[in-house]
């Protein structure tokens, strides 16, 4: 089989591709509650205040705090309570010098009062509280806007909408927003040697179960796209070249696990136009791209590594997405060693400020993925990290 006569170096290649891949421009109009996950396709700024009013923080008494001052445990403040109100009702009453309302929390604050005393810190006795501490004016008080301002961006264009996200739109009054398209993502599985169902006689000659292509589903759902399935082809260059003709039609990017190296029945990258070929990644070396095509690995390891290490960033770069990858920092249980001039993907387990690398190893060894949570990646100028040493996990 014919080797790469040079590799390019993964962030050079990274920064190739993005450069090459364009933002779709489309957008929908969706109600907000089939928008999670979706990208904002435009600034959303507040049509209120929130909290639309002064507003009690705690279950209490809405006094006038200078009211309270002299107020302590062994010498309380008498103070007559002229009403009282439930969740959602508003008193009509003013609160003069002398007296409160008892109110609970997110009611509106009475006329000329300016403090909440929380009902824990009263004695009461009939129409009677008895103050046993004093409150500052504003104690105990959301004031109106003090959350969000009438007018203020809440949200930006690009952000990854999360359940926070929908409950504070759903807060200000938004009841349908506009997000990007999603990229339709072609994935075409190819080799001889799979099959897609159980089959001890084929599996006995030497075929194993196709897994590429539900993995790239999920993953292709979890970051932004609406993955197209073009199903399983055989090692036939016409059938090759016919799904991915297919695909570039129909698709804003396009997956091709198998066929990416230069054996005798490698096909795909035959068929693209490919800006580089062969990369210093570890795993997933001979990944290819161009026009919008990745030409990846047949083994699920190194499409997993190559899907994080590229195919994210090309999702999030089509989608419009401001996205940045979760990181932590965490100690190194175990050495981790690699050779100069290679990225490396090294699958780890975080757990409280830990990274664990999993010992096993290869391309073809999915339990290893399951096993794992996150990532390190070892630059191509680093001969790996030492244990104890600190890095940056990226969490799945």
């Known amino acids: 089989m014919r080797e790469f006569k040079q590799l390019t170096p993964y962030r050079k290649a990274l920064e190739m591709m993005l450069n090459d891949i364009k933002e779709i421009e489309e957008t929908e109009e969706l109600p907000l509650d089939e928008t999670l996950g979706r990208v904002l396709a435009?600034?959303?700024?507040?049509?209120?205040?929130?909290?639309p009013f002064d507003r009690s923080a705690v279950d209490g008494y809405a006094v006038r705090a200078e009211d309270t001052f002299q107020a302590r445990e062994y010498s309380p403040v008498e103070l007559e309570v002229i009403d009282e109100i439930t969740a959602g009702m508003e008193s009509k009453k003013e609160v003069t010098n002398g007296k409160a309302v008892k109110l609970m929390t997110g009611n509106k604050m009475p006329k000329s009062a300016n403090a909440v005393i929380e009902q824990e810190k009263v004695k009461?006795?009939?129409n009677k509280i008895y103050v046993l501490r004093p409150v500052a004016p504003g104690q105990n008080v959301a004031f109106k806007g003090e959350d969000?301002?009438?007018?203020?961006?809440v949200l930006k264009k690009g952000q990854i909408l999360r359940p926070q996200d929908l409950g504070l739109l759903k807060g200000i009054g938004i009841k349908r927003i506009t997000v990007k398209r999603k990229p339709k993502v072609g994935i075409i599985v190819t080799g001889d040697e799979?099959?897609?169902?159980?089959d001890e006689e084929a599996l006995n000659r030497g075929k194993i179960l196709e897994s590429n292509s539900v993995m790239l589903k999920g993953l292709v759902r979890q970051y932004f796209g609406e993955p197209v399935f073009y199903g399983v082809i055989p090692d036939?260059?016409?059938?090759?070249?016919?799904a991915i003709e297919k695909a570039k039609r129909e698709c804003d990017l396009v997956l091709i696990t198998g066929g990416s190296a230069f054996g005798e029945k490698?096909?795909?990258?035959?068929f693209v136009k490919l800006l580089f070929h062969g990369c210093s990644n570890k795993p997933g070396r001979p990944i290819g791209y161009g026009e919008t095509i990745f030409v990846m690995s047949g083994y699920p390891v190194a499409v997993f590594a190559q899907f994080h290490l590229y195919i994210k960033y090309a999702l999030a770069k089509l989608a419009g997405a401001n996205y940045k990858p979760m990181k932590v920092k965490a100690r190194l249980k175990e050495k981790v060693p690699?050779?100069?001039?290679?990225?490396e993907f090294v699958k780890v387990y975080y757990e409280d400020g830990k990274a664990y690398p999993i010992r096993k190893k290869g391309s073809g060894i999915i339990s290893a993925l399951v096993g794992s949570n996150g990532y390190i990646e070892v630059p191509e100028d680093s001969e790996g990290y030492k244990e104890g040493e600190e890095v940056w996990v990226t969490l799945y």
């Open 266 to 270: 490698d096909y795909a990258h035959k």
């Open 42 to 51: 435009e600034d959303i700024e507040s049509p209120i205040d929130l909290p």
């Open 236 to 242: 036939n260059e016409e059938l090759i070249g016919r």
């Open 124 to 126: 009461k006795e009939g």
């Open 338 to 343: 690699s050779s100069l001039g290679r990225h």
């Open 148 to 153: 969000v301002k009438k007018g203020e961006v």
């Open 194 to 198: 799979l099959i897609e169902e159980p």
